[in-house]
């Protein structure tokens, strides 16, 4: 039980990342791919069914963690306490953007609130890059560790805008109408590519700073690595055969690689300590209902509302 609650956390972030991800990633094309106030309507109205949904497994990662690695969360909150108040702001200014953006019929209105929010999405994505490369340098690094675990928090960032990118234009490409398809399953296929070459030398990186150097974590992350990079390189050719499906479900593997890492880092530190045995036990009987009962919830809302935008889609933004 010990184990498992310390790999939940993960496998909840991981879906995070795979579920809000292409809400972030759709933000940050916003101007790219919807070129007129049509097409901002366009994406705008594909990511609005599953938004607030989407957000659930954050919330549940925030609740997870707290209740069954208490070290670490209070690691996490004390050592990188700015990092994560920044994180909470651009997070707010992001869906505020969302809310905002329609409500008054000015163009103006409208383009403001789209550069506002292309602008908080590159800037939410790199905020769990850098969130990403911190963790994985150790969470927070020990005294003289800083340099190395900001220099490791930039590479990521950079890995995590692009993944984000490719993984919100691979959605949009299956739920854009077909006019405007085709430009987001251009866009994924050429930045899949520069995701693909920069996560690798970022996976490598992460290769030579596994502390301690188990054979199981040393395996896991490059397993993860190679498995991520070579979904990246799959799903051009899975756009240019039409089977937006596969391209998505790569795409999410990638988005997903980088959170699973962070299981990975943590489940190795010997400082990531569990609850007490009566807690886990406790928590036991409520994650068995919750992850299943998570998963179906976004299931349930993939196969309602997943298909391509038209003139009866409903809008909620």
Not at 146 to 175: I, K, S
Not at 244 to 257: D, L, N, P, T
Not at 263 to 283: E, F, I, N, Q, Y
Not at 297 to 304: C, G, I, P, S, Y
């Amino acid at each position: 039980m010990s184990l498992l609650c310390a790999i939940l956390p993960a496998l909840l972030f991981a879906g995070y990342f795979v579920a809000d991800g292409f809400d972030i990633g759709a933000g940050l094309l916003l101007r790219r791919l919807g070129r007129d106030e049509r097409g901002r309507r366009a994406v705008l109205t594909s990511i609005g069914p599953f938004f607030l949904g989407n957000e659930v497994w954050l919330v549940a990662v925030g609740g997870l963690l707290a209740a069954v690695l208490p070290l670490l969360k209070d690691r996490v909150l004390g050592g990188l306490y700015l990092l994560v108040v920044a994180g909470l702001l651009i997070w707010v200014v992001r869906d505020a953007a969302l809310w905002f953006r329609s409500r008054r019929p000015s163009a103006r209105w409208r383009r403001r609130w789209d550069g506002v929010l292309a602008g908080v999405s590159t800037l939410f994505a790199g905020f769990w890059g850098v969130l990403v490369g911190v963790l994985l340098a150790g969470a927070p690094p020990l005294a003289g560790r800083w340099v190395v675990a900001a220099g490791n928090g930039a590479l990521w960032a950079a890995v995590m805008v692009l993944l984000f990118a490719t993984h919100g234009a691979a959605f949009l490409a299956a739920r854009l109408p077909e006019d405007l398809a085709s430009r987001a399953a251009d866009t994924a296929a050429r930045l899949a590519g520069p995701a693909a070459t920069l996560l690798a030398p970022a996976v490598v990186v992460q290769l030579l700073m596994t502390v301690p150097r188990q054979a199981g974590p040393l395996v896991a992350t490059a397993l993860l690595g190679l498995l991520a990079v070579a979904a990246l390189r799959a799903a051009p050719r899975a756009l240019s055969k039409g089977r937006h499906g596969r391209a998505g479900a790569a795409s999410a593997f990638a988005v997903a690689a980088p959170a699973l890492l962070v299981g990975v880092r943590l489940a190795a530190d010997p400082a990531t300590a569990t609850a007490d045995p009566a807690t886990l036990s406790l928590l036991g009987g409520f994650l068995i209902v919750l992850v299943p009962l998570l998963g179906a919830m976004q299931w349930w809302m993939w196969r309602t509302f997943m298909g391509r935008v038209g003139a009866g889609t409903p809008v909620f933004f």
